[in-house]
Structures are given as C-alpha cells and as structure tokens.
C-alpha cells in the first residue's frame, strides 16, 4: 500500500511475495500520466475508495445525512502498526462528512484478513447503505471467477462467469447465509489449474446477507469487495454510532484451487475454538435423524445405540422428535423440555444408557426456531420475527424468534442451559430449517443484521457456560456454512443430502473453502432418502470418510454381513482419522469420469489417496491419475488399501506427469491408496 497523503492509502500490489526490493521507488501517479478528459487529480484504486470526489467506480462506502454529505474524502490518515509488518490500523477521517472509518488489515501466513468499522462523528443521524468489509485489486489477467450455489439438499455447485470491465456480482437476502449464495469465490488466471497457476479466493466471515462484487477498473485491474447487505434502514447510525463490518479473508496462491484450498484451510484452522484448545480425533457420530425421523421409541434407541457401540461408534446423536408434543414438524418448536410420552422419566434413562456404553450424547436444538403451535407461542405471540398488518408465512410449518429480544435471549439460554447443565450433554447440534420473512423487531425496523448478531451472542454465552460442549452448525444442511459460524463451532453439517454421488460433488465444494475435520459426512442409508437411489456400503463409506465420518441410518435393520463391513470402515476411519484432518487437501480431476482427492502432510511424505469414479467408463482402457503434488525426485510405495492388491513403486516425476494406472471399476465406486515417500 502507498501512502501519499490525498485520501486512504492506495492499494500499490496485492499478490505472490515479490520482496521489499521489488517494489518501484515512484509513486503510483508518477507511473500514470493523466489520460485525455480526466480529471487533474488521478485517483487509482485505495484500501477504502469513497464515492462523489472523483471516484467513480464501486465505492467502499455510501452513506448520506437527509439527502446531504453524500460524498466522502478522506482528509486525514493515521497508520497504526498492530504487529510490524503484519497488521495494520488505519484510521481515516473526514472532516467535512464528519465520519471515521477504521480500515483493519492483518496478515497471518498466506490469509489477508480485513475489516473496517465506521463512526459517525457529526451531530445528525447518518444513513449507511454500504460498507464494504474489504477490497482488494486483482491483476488485469484474471478471467474468471468461480462462485458456489445450489440449493437445499443440492448445495456448492461451482459456476463459472468471464470477468470483463463491466461489475460482476453476487448477492444473498434470504437472511441467512443460505445454500444459494455461498459468500466467497475463487477467482483464475490464464493457464490457472487445479494445481498450479495464479489464482485467488475471499470468503466473508459472516452467516446472514451479504454482497460480492468484482469490478473492471479504468487501469486494467479488477476490485473485489466484500460486506453485508443492509436491508433499509440496517444502516442508520445516531451521532457517535458505530458500524463494523465482519471480516473478509482473502488469499492469493501460485499453486492453483488447491492452494487456494489449503491456504483458506489454515485460516479457518486459526479461528476453530476447540474446547480444550486444540482438536481432539474427530470421534464417530451416529444420528437418529433419518432412521426414525419423529419416532423415538425408548427401547428401540437404547438397542441401536447398543448396536453403534458394538460397531465403534463414539457419539450418539439425539436428533429432533424428542421435546413436548414433537410428533411431527407442525408444532413444538420452542418447548425444549422432553416429551413425556415418548421419555416419561425424561432424558436421563436414554443418556445413562448411552454413557454407559461409553459413548458421548448429543442432541438436536433448533433454538431460533417456533412452531405458532406450541407452548411458547401461545404464550408470547409477539416473540416471532413480524410486521404489524403483514401476514405471517411459515416455512416448515414454523417462524423465526426475534433473537434481539433480551426476553428472547434469556429464554432461550435459559432453557438450553438446564438441559447442558442437567444432563451431560456433549454435543449440540443447532439447526435453522428456513430463510427469514417479515423480519422486523418491535418496532417495525430490519432485523436481518442484528438477528445475525444475536444469535452470535447466544452461541458466545452458551460457550462462555459450558466451555467443553461441542456445536454443530446446521441450516437445512449446507444453509449456514461460513467463517462467521465457524468461529463458535465445531462442525458443519454439509447436506441434507446424503446421497453419496451427490455428496462427492457437494463435499468437493465445501473443501474449496473449509477444511475437512469441520465437514460432518455420514453413511446414509441405501436407497437415498432424497434420490431413491442405490449405492453399495463402500460407496456410501468411502465417500464419508474424508469428512468427519459418522452414521445415519436404522442399525437395527442391517444384517450381519453389512454391520461387519461398517464396523471394518469405523476402524478403518480411527487408524487415518489423524492424516485426514491435518495437513493439506488436494483435489484433481482425471479423464472419462475420474475425480480424486488427497490428504497428506505438505511434504507429500505420506498421502491418503481417494480415486471415485462417478460415471461409467466410456474409454476401452483407464487413463492413468496424474498426481502433481508428488515430489518428483523421490520414490513412493503405492499400496493400494482395503482391496488385497499389491503395492508398487513408482518415481513422483512418474506419477506425476505419467499418472497412477488404475484398474477398470464401475461407476459410483472408489479406491484408496496410501503413498509413502521414500527417504
């Protein structure tokens, strides 16, 4: 950045490490003459560009007083140095516009992190109707950019758009972060693979509405900006108000996706809050959901946790249907407290019973959630998200609570704090089944932005209580994945969906941006509850085993062959749990409808190795999987894992340019290899 003393600092460079050295001793203006019918004062692309004195691009900022000070320009800058070298403060003002923006930058390894906040200094409300969290160039030859969308049950499905010197954007008002519009992308160079060329990513760490856009500029460079979308009026600050922007992680990498892929892994590593500080082996869950849905029978439970424990499961799951009148999704939500005809002695026979197995208990909560069937809502109508003269629409036969209700809050926490501090709960898995409609507070305002913010600060409390539970973040599956969530979680549950070939591409799409010890992946059962189709045990196992494994489906109706051959997965899962979660991912694609993925140290000293067909073969024989990320100098024994085939050797030069030779298989199966480096 070049600080030249007119305005915000200006964004000089962002991109692979060039060194001190490198950097030109002139001013970016004096690089610039001034083109034909411009303006006298040049003004290139700044860390916080402002609207209405010559800029007149996308502005980081639009806000106004009544109709007035529309425009903005910074006439002061202070740089505080957090860390030299590593994070920055800089505090702009403007005298005029009598506004203050702190504009935030740190950098951790390869993770740009920015933010700003803005205060309104004068002595008049000022209305805000964007602030960006951050902005960053990109170079002149990026030329697309990969966005991720879908929706429930078909989440993360990459689309590809051209960049060009139009506006490229991306927008989400379903008040959560929702399975449209995942909030990040990656954006590619020419030549940019999987594997290698220049290629860039952002996410925002935020799970309500947001906006992203990437933007040609008069320079032949591109700006990208990240932040919230602010509903009408979201954005009103009183005098001495404040506003602050989430955060937006950004990234630049030299080895393709993938680089992307593992730089934006250690930044959301950085920000997981483990109980005990560091991650623990992910243990093996089972979840009732699916196997019985609304039907909890006692005894039934306690037999299939008998059978989960005998198949090395580690935690067991209680999933909705357990609390007061829960016969069904058309009432309940909001009376936590169990059902007595279903647990007439209350929860604790069933976690005795599992704890005494020597498995861990979680159970299913949907907090921000009522059913105007309940207790709850009949008892406070006014507690629901509403507009006075609007109707009221349910989705899943419920409403949304007004999480910036103190009594709400309270409510709330007072109800899940019995339960965590009753029973010796591990593990909460906390659903929100719909986007959010008529979203306003008592009195009438938007309430998107701070419900987001709300909810947040139940999680914190909840956190601060009962440090060593564990959080599930769940939305219908994939509908609150991001770094925002990530920050009070644990997990992710990344798909209603757990059809296998579907999970494949699904799960492809998460690894771009989140690592996988935060991916839940589950055995389903066979036919697919959302397909109807049918896929083999390994299938469905093979394709779970990356994430953080578990099952979900009725144990009581496998046979014996099928709960050997999941107990023999389970162990399989424990022995490479470790390489799994730690260290880097890759992700390649072969030909004729070949994908694979590995997981291995930086190095590649050892790399665990998935190879999926997904189509049938087309080709009379199989192409070879090329493997970029070997070392080439080095050998690696290649042995193939739960097949009984023999081990071979094989140069990195060799798998690398050549490939790995792989036997015909069938469509929907997979094979895993382990890779060890020679000395």
């Given at each position: 950045?070049?600080?030249?003393?007119q305005?915000?600092?200006l964004?000089?460079?962002w991109?692979p490490?060039?060194g001190?050295a490198?950097?030109?001793?002139?001013s970016?203006?004096?690089?610039?003459?001034t083109?034909?019918?411009?303006?006298?004062l040049d003004?290139?692309?700044s860390?916080?560009?402002t609207f209405g004195?010559?800029w007149?691009e996308q502005?980081?900022?639009?806000?106004?007083r009544q109709?007035r000070?529309?425009?903005q320009f910074f006439?002061?800058c202070d740089?505080?140095?957090?860390?030299?070298?590593r994070s920055?403060r800089?505090?702009l003002?403007?005298?005029l516009a009598?506004?203050a923006?702190i504009v935030?930058?740190?950098?951790d390894?390869?993770?740009?992190?920015l933010?700003s906040?803005?205060?309104?200094?004068g002595?008049t409300e000022?209305?805000?109707?964007w602030?960006?969290a951050?902005?960053?160039?990109?170079p002149?030859?990026a030329?697309?950019?990969r966005?991720y969308?879908?929706?429930?049950?078909?989440?993360?499905h990459p689309q590809?758009d051209r960049?060009?010197r139009?506006?490229w954007r991306?927008?989400?008002?379903r008040?959560l972060?929702?399975h449209?519009?995942?909030p990040?992308?990656?954006?590619?160079?020419p030549?940019?693979?999987a594997?290698e060329?220049?290629a860039?990513?952002a996410?925002?760490?935020w799970?309500?509405?947001h906006v992203?856009t990437?933007?040609g500029?008069?320079d032949?460079?591109?700006q990208?900006?990240?932040?919230?979308?602010?509903?009408?009026g979201?954005?009103?600050?009183?005098?001495?108000?404040t506003l602050a922007?989430?955060e937006?992680v950004?990234?630049c990498?030299?080895?393709?996706?993938?680089?992307?892929a593992q730089?934006?892994?250690k930044?959301a590593?950085?920000?997981l809050n483990?109980?005990?500080g560091s991650?623990?082996?992910?243990?093996?869950?089972?979840n009732?959901w699916?196997?019985n849905y609304f039907d909890?029978?006692?005894?039934?439970?306690k037999?299939?946790?008998e059978?989960?424990a005998?198949l090395?499961?580690e935690?067991?799951?209680?999933d909705?249907?357990w609390?007061?009148?829960?016969?069904?999704d058309?009432s309940s939500l909001?009376?936590?407290?169990?059902?007595?005809?279903k647990?007439?002695?209350?929860l604790?026979?069933?976690?005795?019973?599992v704890r005494?197995?020597g498995?861990?208990?979680?159970?299913?909560?949907?907090?921000?959630m009522?059913?105007p069937?309940s207790d709850l809502?009949?008892?406070?109508?006014?507690?629901?998200?509403?507009?006075p003269?609007?109707?009221l629409?349910?989705?899943?036969?419920q409403?949304?609570l007004?999480?910036?209700?103190s009594?709400v809050?309270d409510y709330?926490f007072?109800r899940?704090d019995?339960?965590?501090?009753?029973h010796p709960?591990?593990?909460l898995?906390?659903?929100?089944n719909?986007?959010?409609?008529t979203a306003?507070t008592?009195?009438g305002?938007a309430?998107?932005?701070a419900?987001?913010?709300?909810?947040?600060?139940?999680?914190d409390?909840?956190r601060?209580k009962h440090?060593?539970?564990e959080i599930?973040a769940c939305?219908g599956g994939g509908g609150?994945i991001?770094l925002?969530?990530?920050?009070?979680t644990?997990?992710?549950w990344t798909?209603?969906?757990i059809?296998?070939?579907?999970?494949?591409?699904?799960?492809?799409?998460?690894?771009q941006f989140?690592?996988p010890e935060?991916?839940?992946?589950?055995v389903?059962?066979?036919?697919a509850?959302?397909?109807?189709r049918?896929?083999?045990?390994?299938?469905?196992?093979a394709?779970?085993?990356?994430?953080h494994f578990?099952?979900?489906l009725n144990?009581?109706?496998?046979?014996?062959e099928?709960?050997a051959?999941?107990?023999s997965w389970?162990e399989?899962?424990?022995?490479?749990?470790d390489?799994l979660h730690s260290?880097?991912v890759?992700?390649g694609e072969g030909?004729?409808?070949?994908?694979w993925?590995?997981?291995?140290d930086v190095?590649?000293?050892?790399?665990?190795l998935?190879?999926?067909r997904?189509?049938?073969?087309t080709?009379r024989?199989s192409v070879?999987v090329?493997l970029?990320?070997?070392?080439?100098?080095?050998v690696y024994?290649?042995?193939?894992?739960?097949?009984?085939a023999?081990a071979?050797?094989?140069?990195g030069a060799?798998?690398?340019?050549?490939g790995?030779?792989?036997s015909p298989?069938q469509?929907?199966?997979?094979r895993?290899?382990?890779l060890?480096?020679?000395?």
């Amino acid at each position: 950045m070049e600080l030249d003393g007119q305005g915000a600092p200006l964004w000089r460079y962002w991109g692979p490490l060039l060194g001190k050295a490198a950097v030109p001793r002139r001013s970016i203006r004096e690089e610039r003459p001034t083109p034909s019918f411009s303006l006298d004062l040049d003004q290139p692309l700044s860390v916080f560009p402002t609207f209405g004195v010559g800029w007149f691009e996308q502005s980081a900022l639009l806000a106004h007083r009544q109709g007035r000070r529309f425009e903005q320009f910074f006439t002061q800058c202070d740089v505080e140095w957090v860390v030299a070298g590593r994070s920055v403060r800089l505090r702009l003002r403007d005298a005029l516009a009598e506004v203050a923006v702190i504009v935030s930058l740190k950098l951790d390894d390869d993770a740009l992190t920015l933010s700003s906040e803005l205060t309104n200094l004068g002595e008049t409300e000022l209305d805000v109707q964007w602030l960006a969290a951050g902005v960053v160039p990109l170079p002149g030859d990026a030329d697309v950019v990969r966005s991720y969308g879908g929706r429930h049950i078909s989440e993360f499905h990459p689309q590809d758009d051209r960049l060009h010197r139009g506006l490229w954007r991306r927008e989400n008002r379903r008040g959560l972060t929702s399975h449209d519009n995942f909030p990040g992308a990656v954006v590619t160079t020419p030549g940019c693979t999987a594997h290698e060329g220049l290629a860039y990513g952002a996410q925002l760490a935020w799970s309500g509405n947001h906006v992203q856009t990437i933007e040609g500029l008069n320079d032949g460079r591109f700006q990208w900006q990240m932040g919230v979308w602010l509903a009408p009026g979201e954005g009103f600050l009183a005098p001495g108000g404040t506003l602050a922007s989430p955060e937006m992680v950004a990234t630049c990498s030299m080895r393709g996706l993938n680089g992307v892929a593992q730089n934006f892994h250690k930044a959301a590593r950085a920000r997981l809050n483990w109980p005990t500080g560091s991650m623990r082996p992910r243990p093996v869950s089972f979840n009732t959901w699916e196997g019985n849905y609304f039907d909890h029978w006692l005894d039934d439970l306690k037999a299939q946790a008998e059978i989960a424990a005998e198949l090395g499961v580690e935690r067991f799951v209680l999933d909705d249907g357990w609390f007061q009148g829960r016969q069904n999704d058309r009432s309940s939500l909001g009376d936590w407290w169990p059902d007595k005809s279903k647990y007439p002695d209350g929860l604790g026979p069933l976690i005795g019973h599992v704890r005494g197995l020597g498995l861990e208990f979680g159970l299913w909560v949907e907090p921000e959630m009522v059913n105007p069937d309940s207790d709850l809502s009949r008892a406070h109508p006014d507690w629901a998200l509403q507009i006075p003269g609007r109707p009221l629409i349910t989705a899943r036969n419920q409403l949304v609570l007004d999480m910036t209700r103190s009594d709400v809050g309270d409510y709330l926490f007072s109800r899940l704090d019995h339960l965590l501090t009753e029973h010796p709960i591990a593990y909460l898995k906390w659903d929100h089944n719909r986007d959010l409609t008529t979203a306003g507070t008592s009195d009438g305002r938007a309430a998107y932005l701070a419900q987001v913010s709300a909810t947040y600060a139940l999680l914190d409390r909840l956190r601060t209580k009962h440090p060593g539970v564990e959080i599930e973040a769940c939305a219908g599956g994939g509908g609150r994945i991001d770094l925002g969530i990530l920050a009070r979680t644990h997990r992710f549950w990344t798909s209603d969906c757990i059809d296998a070939r579907s999970r494949v591409e699904i799960q492809r799409g998460f690894l771009q941006f989140l690592p996988p010890e935060v991916m839940g992946a589950h055995v389903g059962a066979s036919p697919a509850h959302t397909t109807s189709r049918m896929q083999s045990l390994n299938f469905r196992a093979a394709t779970a085993l990356p994430g953080h494994f578990g099952v979900e489906l009725n144990l009581r109706g496998l046979d014996q062959e099928e709960c050997a051959e999941l107990k023999s997965w389970i162990e399989f899962y424990k022995t490479w749990r470790d390489r799994l979660h730690s260290g880097a991912v890759w992700m390649g694609e072969g030909t004729d409808g070949l994908v694979w993925q590995a997981h291995g140290d930086v190095e590649a000293h050892e790399v665990l190795l998935f190879v999926t067909r997904l189509d049938p073969q087309t080709l009379r024989h199989s192409v070879p999987v090329r493997l970029p990320m070997l070392d080439h100098p080095s050998v690696y024994r290649v042995e193939p894992l739960r097949s009984g085939a023999s081990a071979i050797e094989a140069s990195g030069a060799w798998l690398a340019s050549h490939g790995l030779a792989v036997s015909p298989m069938q469509a929907e199966k997979c094979r895993i290899y382990l890779l060890r480096r020679g000395a």
